[in-house]
């Protein structure tokens, strides 16, 4: 299922993008974090590729490609931390992004 090869940078893009269309709308705010990770033309490719995706598919990629990007504890952690800067950027969290962020977390730990 696993449709190309990402770097650790494009695999956390792709988490991000899931993150921040918890609410079925990414804000500039949350994009421009993003897109600090990878360039605005691999950020479009992954927001294409995420949008093509049911949400099924989209988690189990998510799913799959943990295990070769987060090694320890640690890297899960930071991971986390950064989806919830995503999910807090435009100041408050609602309940979609506050159930996206356990989701996540409970795939990401297990």
Not at 55 to 64: G, R
Request: without cysteine.
């Amino acid at each position: 299922m696993i449709p190309v090869e990402w770097t650790y940078d494009e695999f956390l893009t792709f988490v991000l993008i899931y993150t921040a269309f918890a609410d079925y709308e990414i804000f500039e705010e949350q994009k421009e974090l993003i897109t600090h990770k990878v360039s605005s033309k691999k950020y479009k490719e992954l927001l294409d590729y995420f949008m093509q995706n049911d949400d099924a598919i989209n988690i189990s990629l998510i799913n799959e490609l943990k295990n070769e990007y987060l090694k320890s504890q640690d890297d899960i952690d930071n991971m986390l931390d950064t989806i919830f800067e995503i999910i807090k950027v435009n100041g408050f969290v609602n309940k979609l992004e506050k159930e996206t962020y356990d989701n996540l977390k409970f795939i990401l730990n297990m």
